[in-house]
């Protein structure tokens, strides 16, 4: 791994698939299937039953947003997206 490299590796759970195509992923878990698109500055590849990103440092602030979709992607097929609505006031 060189100095200017960013890598991630993201493991999951064997109840989670993951599909990787050139262009996109496909997550598949218990609460249904989300999709991403791989921006071509960015590599990602599936070693091991794991997804591996990397990018070049100047693409950093890409590197970083893609991590977090990938993870909110991961959570949301597993335990599922819900908001909280809390309502003060008289009456």
Do not use: R
Not at 8 to 13: A, G, L, Q, V
Not at 32 to 44: A, C
Not at 48 to 70: E, Q, R, W
């Amino acid at each position: 791994m060189q100095n200017n490299v960013l890598y991630k590796k993201f493991i999951f759970s064997s109840d989670l698939k993951v599909l990787k195509n050139m262009d996109f992923i496909i997550i598949n878990g218990p609460l249904g299937v989300l999709s991403l698109d791989i921006p071509k500055l960015l590599n990602l590849h599936k070693i091991d039953g794991n997804l591996v990103l990397s990018a070049k440092f100047a693409n950093k602030s890409l590197f970083f947003t893609f991590i977090s979709l990938i993870k909110q992607k991961i959570k949301g097929v597993t335990l599922g997206f819900f908001e909280i609505l809390v309502i003060n006031g008289t009456g």
